[in-house]
């Protein structure tokens, strides 16, 4: 099919073999990628979520008319956000990771994120080398 050559094929028959190499190289180079930039998607994703999290604090907190139920939200605010430490900085938050989860807290949930740019740009390789050399016969 894609990306076979004579020294493949003979003595073979009419079969042809597949080129594995740019599905190969793709995967891990999707893979590499995935894995050093991470740590970076990993707190973007937090911080989306933190600002919702606000978002909802301060509609509550707008709504409320009693004391005891703002005293409360700011409270569950505080938790949740100890110190203030929401947004200072990229390594300010990778020193609170690193501080509370570990090392191994950077890369939290990396398993779906290795999996989908392995096959997706191992997929994108292999396609590309076996349509170019398709056109190019």
């Known amino acids: 099919m894609f990306g076979s050559s004579n020294k493949q094929q003979e003595g073979k028959g009419n079969l042809s073999y597949l080129n594995l190499a740019p599905l190969l190289s793709g995967f ?8 050093l930039l991470y740590p970076l998607d990993l707190i973007k994703v937090r911080w989306q979520v933190k600002e919702d999290q606000l978002n909802v604090l301060g509609k509550q907190k707008k709504s409320c008319k ?19 430490a929401y947004r200072k ?11 509370r989860e570990g090392y191994l807290g950077l890369y ?5 994120a290795l999996i989908g ?21």
Do not use: H, M
């Open 28 to 35: 891990v180079g999707g893979a590499s990628g995935t894995i």
């Open 66 to 84: 009693s004391n005891n139920s703002i005293k409360s939200i700011t409270k569950s605010k505080n938790k949740v956000f100890p110190n203030n």
């Open 89 to 99: 900085s990229i390594i300010n938050e990778v020193r609170v990771i690193i501080r």
């Open 108 to 112: 939290q949930g990396l398993s779906p």
């Open 117 to 137: 740019s392995g096959v997706s740009w191992g997929g994108y390789f292999f396609l590309y080398e076996g349509i170019k050399q398709r056109v190019s016969d």
